[in-house]
């Protein structure tokens, strides 16, 4: 069974954050330099393709969504 991982990141020098989807999360962070440009700040990970895709598309194009992300995960988002 693969396992579909939506994941943030935020850059080190804007605060931008950014939210992605991938099948291969260890892949996928090496491709974003997460060491140099990128902190990691967390994943979920999903059975269905489908809902991971679904929940990328709310944080990316929903306000809401990621407020609610980031008040979840706001320790992380302060280190």
């Known amino acids: 069974m693969s396992i579909y ?3 943030i990141l935020k850059n080190r020098n ?3 954050s950014y939210y992605g989807y991938t099948n291969n999360l260890e892949r996928r962070l090496k491709e ?3 060491d140099d440009k990128w902190k990691f700040i967390g994943c ?3 059975a269905s393709e ?3 895709r679904e929940m990328e ?3 990316k194009h929903y306000g809401q969504a990621r407020t609610h992300l980031k008040n979840r995960l706001k320790k992380s988002f302060q280190l």
């Open 5 to 7: 991982w939506i994941y």
């Open 14 to 16: 804007t605060s931008e």
């Open 32 to 34: 974003h330099d997460i």
């Open 44 to 46: 979920e990970g999903y």
């Open 50 to 52: 489908l809902d991971a």
């Open 57 to 59: 598309n709310k944080l």
